[in-house]
């Protein structure tokens, strides 16, 4: 059999049919039951036109019809398009057209998200087979999926990953993680995120289960968190979990990966968690995951590097010359891991995807990360070339949330930064004299621009805050100084405070207060949560004190739906838990600003 993505894991089908695949909370699935699910649905994508080359749409939610949708599609020969059903209509919609989709899988859940055009298989309606509609073999030459990811130019690209590619990644796996417990995975990742690839496969490639949870938020609610032997996390998230005592009390290994890792982190890991073993991984999605990768020993004292390369890199400076070890130059990748390229944008791939000057009729990947090699050959990352940062493991091109920002009728000019976990956009309003004379928050505008951003962006990428400014600092040379943008002034500073007023609102202002860092009685009970400094980590720690304080269970799905003290308040004063009135007006008022609250530790580059 031919080595792609998922051959491994039909091999293990046959070997351990018995043996449990996936844990959800929606529902468990055998080797053998994920294998013959996959087996027929792939037929059914088949004969609906599903082949190489061809890109199959999933817009699945996270229960175990999502794997058997990727498997599926992966079966026909098809590469697989992971499309969140909680995205934006618009974004999915540019997705699927510019990926040349003409096949959407999908649930009855689901089906509603999915953008017009392609064809739309729904998992579940019984068709009948057409006879000889049967996959057809796949090839290392092949594309496995497409991710799309945010791009410089205000639109997002999608990047080709080769079966090939894959392969390499989970055989570097297996080295480096030689004598981990690998029987229970957490798969907390969105599939539009590539960590998704290392979780999903490297577990049913190699005999282990698949935990899957709505994201890293919900890890504690999953009533199989204790299957969770090994974790892929993003540094930002684990300091949430820890903060909460929310971490599976069975893990004994930790990848990081998504964002830089601090040597205190590591210690808390070792110290506070049953773990044994940490790493630290990283890679762009055009080089398959991950192009480094190594151990995070306990007894080290200096900052974490980004580990020795799995793969092949150079460290090169300006005119393309190899630096030294201790030298500072742009990271260029090559190796079997790199993908095809950018689809539809020959333009951007010729650009990114060099040849590569020392071996012929190769290419090379330009990352625009840079970075030096250590004496003992591990890779230190030192910054970027461009403005292209990570927010809790995402990939953001800042200009293309500037680009949307500007594009608002609302916006004269916008800049973007990250502050902390908290992705800040910065405006010149466009209405003559409106600009203000100081940097200030404005409800009004705040509401209306993240709601025409909140139809074109997922949630990682509309910003938390949005502060005004009379004029965007510019530099010596003419250009945006993004370090001279200020902070944002704190909420409510400009306007009346609506104060606790019951001992409900009281008691959560305390709460919140603690949590915040903020003095109880200069919180407005009107504020959302994230408006104030919040964000999803802290939900976590946000539900488990609530939940102590009134001695009635709070989940972190309750308070995607209450954003503020007195929707939280009426909500616990309702003797039945919950009226359709309060929960109807407080999901009305979070609308537009869920994308703030929902997990991002989990995501795509």
Known sequence: MTATLHSEFLEQAVKSPDA?????????????????????????????????????????????????????????????LPLDPNY??????????????????????????????PT???????????????????????????????????????????????????AELDRVLEGCDLSGISAASSVCFDMSVMEIFNALCRGGAVVLVESAVHLAESRYADRITHLNVVPSVMNGLLDAGALPPNVRSVVFGGEALRRKLVDRTYRETGAERVFNAYGPTEGTVFCSFGPVPADGTGEPTIGPPTTRVYVLDEQLRQVPAGASGELYLGGP????????????????????????????YRTGDVVEFTDGG?????????????????????????????????????????????????VVPAAEGAAPDRPRLDAALQSAVTGRLAVELPDYMVPAT?????????????????????????????GPLTAASTPTEV??????????????????????????????LLLVR????????????VRVPDLFSFRDISSLARWLDDESGATPEVVRSARERAGTRRAALRGRGTAGR
């Open 466 to 494: 949005l502060v005004l400014l009379p004029a965007l600092p510019i530099g010596p040379g003419g250009k945006l100084d993004r370090n001279a943008l200020p902070e944002p002034p704190a909420a409510g500073a400009d």
């Open 378 to 426: 591990e890779l230190r990352f030192l910054g970027r070339t461009d403005h292209q940062v990570k927010l809790r493991g995402y990939r953001i091109e800042l200009e293309e949330v500037e680009a949307r920002l500007t594009a608002c009728p609302e916006v004269r000019e916008a800049a973007a930064v990250v502050r902390g976990n908290r992705l800040v956009g910065y």
């Open 88 to 117: 934006p209509a618009d974004r999915l919609t540019f997705m699927v057209r510019d990926s040349g989709a003409r096949l959407l899988l999908t649930t009855p859940a689901s089906r509603a998200a999915c953008p017009p055009g």
């Open 120 to 170: 739309v298989v729904v998992l579940g309606d019984a068709v009948t087979t057409e006879p000889g509609a049967r996959p057809v073999p796949v090839v290392p030459e092949d594309t496995a999926y497409v991710i799309y990811t945010s791009g410089s130019t205000g639109r997002p690209k999608g990047v080709a990953v080769r079966h090939g590619g894959c392969t390499a990644m989970l």
């Open 20 to 80: 449990t695949a996936v844990y959800s909370d929606a529902g468990v699935l055998t080797y053998g039951e994920l294998n013959e699910r996959s087996r027929e649905l792939a037929e059914q994508l088949a004969a609906a036109g599903a082949a190489p080359g061809v890109p199959v749409g999933i817009c699945v939610e996270r229960t175990p019809d999502l794997l058997v949708g990727i498997l599926a599609a992966l079966r026909t020969g098809a590469c697989y």
């Open 337 to 364: 891991g790199l993908a095809h390229g950018y689809v539809n944008r020959p333009g951007t791939t010729a650009e990114r995807f060099l040849p590569d000057p020392f071996r012929s009729g190769e290419r090379m």
């Open 507 to 536: 008691a959560l202002s305390e709460i919140w207060g603690q949590l915040l860092g903020l003095e109880p009685s200069a919180i407005d009970v009107q504020s959302a949560f994230y408006d104030l400094g919040g964000d999803s």
């Open 542 to 553: 946000l539900a488990r004190l609530m939940t102590r304080r009134f001695e009635r269970r």
